[in-house]
């Protein structure tokens, strides 16, 4: 499995320059490591200019709300070796803030505004981060939170029409499959 | 020589913060708005131009116009709930979504999906692939001003609109390819049908080649516009054809085969001029590969066998935490679902990468500046965007 | 000479007759470009509904005395155009009311209508129609040079201004048509024809891809219905004169109707299959192809 | 909310050097509100009207949703709509009947109204999918709207996800017979009824950074 062992030497590489976490290999061609918040930006450098992991794939937060933390996912590939790696950052979750990465990729600052706007995490110094991306004039807390309940939002704001009834699935298909009531 | 497009590099002049230095009440130059409501923009987006005389000395991409929440609207759905509304997504090629979501759920669920499944797969994809492009080449032509086009490839489209609808029973939303598998396999006579299709197709593209590509004035249009330096790609994240036409072979059916594709032999079409008569020139391309590549698996796919895996029962699916990232080449470029589980029924997190999610905003505000406004429509079209990829 | 009074009626009634057959023409021309995308197209009689339509709108809004004055600067365009150009030679009915140097006349109209519009499209202060109305002049402009070059060297050709005379002199055999003893002219004139047509490679004035649609963006309802009855008379009361200058004129009413529609079909087929060129291109072209041969025909005369 | 700086009152210099003031809420857009017209004095000619109306129905390009790509198929040879004097203009002013293509988010339905304000009386709307009845698909997100017509007049509904262009064609057939039978007075209705809509639209969309009517 050549592919498996080239991540490996490269998280044994990076190791020696950045406190890293333990390789989680997903797949041959797909790992992930948790990088502290304050490295993100030197081993996004090393990445991109020695390691040759030269395209952001993408740039993504999970909203883990019970551990009050941000995860942001850097999700680098290099297509020569046909090769993923995911940087993961632990930000805390309240007054979330964050190096901003536009200057290494130009298209980070797209990514940032959209972090900013859905979930609040903000990127000082991106460009027009502050601006509305997708939203616009919204009043409540950042939608992609995971706090903030979307039915809750659309019953109290948009007028429903009547006449349309939503069951809980799990209760309705209990009810078809088992009418007699035992538990399936 | 050239009297009428002097260079205009040094233009406009920049602050010595790097801003551009445009002052709005001067009165030299105008705000205007191409879109959302504006027949040259490609689907529900505005570009926000600020034009010196006819040039564009500024472009801001807008979009939002299409945002329904998908990421959380799958987060409050079950594994299975979320199968039906990921493919309203991206309207032009619904069926990426429905794959990289049920293979990111089979990766992380432990299922293997059955050997013809993944042929069906395959082919749907391909059939996808081919509308998507006719789309684009109607659309190409049609910001130009030669309307005639479009006629010609939506009626094609509609012929392979059929072939989706007798194999998936949908026109354009086909929710056939689900977690585990897909839901049926080929009906009665399909190969040959399709092959009366497939020739319909390919001499429609004799046709659109002569009258588009061979025109004196499309290329007048089109050729030395909209230039993207291949040393930009990565860095701007570009992929698919528009990288694929500044001679960079990114294509992810070959640099990380997925499906069946190891199996089938093709070559990743390549572009050098990566203007915009070479990207619609490698979509061309592309597409008769797409046609080629649906006779092979059509060819080569077994004739029987499971099309759907054994899943568990929908009410009590849950799935162990973990993360993973599943990608396919679409027409557009690289199309990806980021999906994190927490172990209960329902995903964590989903996040989609489209590929225009980078091309229409800090590629597209790029390439704009010192483009005359005529242009704007057809330097936008060429880079095939679709905003629902940006804004989901 | 006298005035003849007899002449306004018949007037009248070669106006009604034109209005007609323009709206059928262009009813036809577009069911053609749609046969070529394998469409069926719109019924032949649709432009009829569509003027109803919009003469039947309630609310119109005007944004000043000159918006308003637009479209009538543009249908006078046409109408004068019409009603001073002899329609079928050698009738007294449907001469009009040409006179002796009736052929300056008519290349005034010809251009009339553009800077009415350009006043009108300018009040209404939309941005598309500002830029719409710059690429309209300068475009026009470039495709009346090598139009007037040709008018100029048929006039030196006749000896004469009236367009009567210059018919009368190109009667009697196809081959005494200025299209065959001054097939540069002509050249130079149809091609200066495909740039005042406002039809693809040189419709960059209203492309709805761009600025959609260029003048006429904000005009609507009535204003709009009477710039589509200026859309019926004017192609033809234009190609009228092409007809006469270059085309041997027409006798009757049905060599009219042919050798109209065969002229109007001639930019129709170059329109539909061809991208339309940027206005500083399709200037660069006047100016490189169709002016040369102006100038050359003048000489060659 | 804040305005944005190219809305606001300015002095604007001139490139010849001449200083004038610039107020775009007043100059460049129509303040007055929509009033009702009413319809022509004789049946005869309303009815001549009608009939032309519902024979030529131009349709506003503009496509809000995932159904427009059902609108590209119409006017091609499959469904070739303009058999039926049903035509695309690019331009508001001169379209009669709005189609909204599918769900419309919060920031479309600002565009939507606009779009639909600067048609001319009369004028359609026709909604299309399940998402413009009661929300459909989305009928728990936080940025479409669930009902269409508390925000416009809608003449006529055309349901499924997607709808198909058999059924458009459909709709268009039905939509003929409302206008000719003088149903279709969507305009005036939106008229008299203007601060009811005016308020659910201003209930949903809270950056109402648009020129908006002086009352």
């Known amino acids: 499995m050549t592919t498996m062992t080239t991540m490996r030497e490269l998280h044994t590489r990076l190791k020696h320059l950045f406190p890293l976490g333990e390789l989680s290999e997903q797949r041959p061609d797909l790992a992930f490591v948790t990088v502290p918040a304050e490295f993100l930006r030197p081993s996004l450098l090393h990445l991109r200019d020695r390691e040759g992991y030269t395209h952001l794939v993408l740039l993504t937060a999970v909203d883990w709300l019970e551990e009050g933390r941000f995860q942001l996912t850097y999700l680098l590939s290099k297509r020569t070796l046909g090769q993923d790696i995911g940087l993961r950052v632990m930000i805390p979750r309240d007054g979330a803030t964050m190096a901003s990465a536009h200057d290494i990729w130009p298209t980070a600052a797209t990514y940032q505004r959209e972090l900013r706007e859905m979930f609040g995490i903000d990127f000082p110094g991106s460009p027009r981060v502050d601006e509305d991306f997708i939203l616009e004039g919204w009043i409540d807390i950042p939608p992609y939170r995971r706090d903030f309940d979307t039915l809750k939002y659309a019953q109290e704001n948009y007028s429903q029409r009547p006449g349309r009834e939503t069951r809980d699935p799990a209760t309705h298909m209990q009810q078809q499959l088992y009418p007699d009531g035992r538990q399936g | 020589m050239n009297f009428f497009a002097p260079d205009r590099s040094q233009y406009p002049a920049t602050k010595t913060d790097g801003t551009l230095d445009i002052d709005l009440n001067s009165g030299k130059y105008l705000k205007l708005w191409q879109g959302p409501n504006h027949p040259g923009i490609t689907g529900n987006m505005s570009v926000e131009l600020t034009v010196c005389g006819d040039e564009v000395v500024e472009g801001r991409t807008h979009v939002g116009y299409l945002h329904r929440g998908f990421e959380k609207l799958m987060e409050r759905r079950t594994f299975i709930q979320c199968f039906p509304i990921v493919c309203r997504i991206c309207v032009p090629e619904p069926d990426f979504n429905e794959y990289c979501y049920a293979a990111a759920v089979e990766e992380l669920a432990g299922i293997q999906s059955p050997e013809r499944a993944n042929w069906i797969r395959a082919l749907i994809l391909e059939m996808g692939r081919i509308n998507s492009y006719l789309m684009y080449l109607g659309g190409q032509a049609g910001a130009l001003g030669q309307g005639v086009i479009g006629q010609w490839t939506t009626y094609v489209r509609d012929l392979m609109l059929d072939r989706f609808e007798e194999l998936t029973g949908a026109r354009i939303y086909h929710m056939f390819i689900l977690p585990g598998g897909v839901r049926d396999g080929l009906p009665e006579g399909f190969e040959q049908r399709m092959e009366v299709t497939l020739r319909e197709i390919e001499n429609t593209l004799k046709d659109v080649y002569d009258v588009m590509f061979c025109n004196a004035v499309f290329k007048k249009r089109t050729v030395g516009l909209g230039y993207i330096d291949p040393a930009l790609l990565d860095s701007y994240g570009v992929t698919g054809p528009n990288a694929r036409a500044a001679g960079v072979a990114k294509d992810v059916r070959r640099d990380q085969p997925y499906l069946v594709y190891p199996d089938l032999d093709f070559a990743p079409v390549i572009g050098q001029d990566s203007d915009i008569y070479t990207r619609a020139d490698v979509r061309r391309r592309d597409l008769l590969m797409s046609v080629d590549l649906i006779r092979q698996i059509l060819a080569r796919m077994p004739r029987n066998g499971p099309v759907m895996a054994e899943t568990p029962s929908v009410l009590h699916w849950q799935i162990p935490r973990g993360e993973t990232y599943i990608r396919g080449e679409c027409s557009r470029g690289e199309y990806g679902y980021y999906l994190v589980t927490d172990g209960s029924g329902y995903p964590r997190r989903v996040n989609v990468r489209g590929p225009s999610y980078t091309h229409a905003m800090a590629l597209l505000e790029r390439m704009i500046v010192n483009v005359n406004i005529s242009d704007v429509a057809a330097l936008m079209v060429s880079l095939h965007t679709y905003p629902p990829e940006i804004e989901r | ?233 004017f192609p033809v009361a234009k190609i009228v004169i092409y007809m006469n200058l270059f085309f041997g004129g027409a006798s009757d009413w049905p060599t009219f109707a042919l050798k109209v529609f065969l002229i109007y079909l001639w930019s129709a087929f170059v329109g539909v299959v061809f991208p339309r060129f940027r206005v500083e291109q399709s200037i660069r072209w006047f100016l490189i192809w169709a002016v040369p041969l102006g100038v050359l025909s003048i000489l060659v005369v | 909310m804040s305005m944005k700086p190219e809305l606001m009152k300015r002095m604007v210099k001139g490139p010849d050097g001449v200083e004038f003031e610039v107020e775009p809420l007043r100059d460049y857009y129509c303040e007055a509100p929509p009033t009702v017209m009413p319809a022509a004095y004789s049946k005869i000619v309303e009815d001549l009207f009608n009939w032309a109306r519902s024979e030529s129905i131009w349709i506003l390009g503009f496509g809000t949703g995932c159904g427009a790509i059902e609108m590209r198929p119409l006017m091609t040879p499959r469904f070739d709509a303009y058999r039926y004097g049903i035509q695309w203009r690019p331009t508001p002013r001169q379209a009669n009947l709005f189609v909204i293509s599918g769900y419309l988010s919060t920031k479309t339905l600002k565009r939507a109204i606009r779009s639909y304000e600067q048609m001319q009386n009369p004028k359609y709307v026709i909604g299309l999918g399940s998402c413009t009845i009661n929300g459909g698909m989305y009928w728990d997100s936080y940025n479409t709207i669930k009902r269409l017509d508390d925000y416009l007049p809608v003449d006529l509904y055309i349901t499924g996800c997607m709808p198909r262009p058999e059924a458009l064609l459909a709709g268009f057939q039905d939509m003929k017979k409302l206008i000719r039978a003088g149903k279709g007075e969507g305009a005036n209705q939106y008229a008299e009824n203007f601060a009811w809509y005016k308020a659910n639209q201003k209930r949903v969309i809270h950056d109402w950074d648009m020129p908006d009517y002086n009352w």
């Open chain 3, 1 to 233: 000479m006298p005035f003849d009074w007899m002449k306004i009626p018949y007037t009248l009634l070669t106006l009604f007759i034109v209005i007609n057959y323009g709206f059928l023409l262009n009813a036809l021309i577009q069911k053609i470009g749609a046969r070529v995308g394998r469409r069926h197209g719109i019924p032949i009689w649709q432009n009829y509904i569509d003027l109803i339509k919009n003469y039947g709108l309630r609310s119109s809004i005007s944004h000043g005395v000159m918006f308003y004055l637009g479209p009538v600067f543009r249908l006078s365009g046409g109408v004068g155009l019409l009603i001073f150009v002899p329609t079928i030679y050698a009738s007294d009915m449907f001469s009009n009311l040409s006179f002796a140097g009736d052929l300056i006349l008519a290349l005034y109209f010809v251009f009339f209508g553009t800077l009415g519009m350009a006043l009108g499209a300018g009040e209404s202060g939309h941005p598309h129609a500002a830029i719409g109305i710059t690429r309209g002049l300068s475009q026009m402009t470039a495709a009346e040079l090598p139009f007037g070059l040709a008018v100029f060297s048929v006039a030196l050709q006749y000896q004469t201004l009236s367009i009567t005379a210059i018919v009368a002199a190109q009667q009697g055999g196809i081959l005494n048509w200025t299209l065959f003893t001054n097939p540069l002219a002509v050249t130079a004139a149809m091609l200066g024809f495909l740039g005042s047509m406002m039809r693809p490679p040189f419709d960059v004035v209203i492309a709805p891809q761009e600025i959609p649609i260029g003048p006429p963006t904000e005009y609507h309802s009535s204003y709009l219905a009477m710039m589509q009855t200026n859309r019926a008379i």
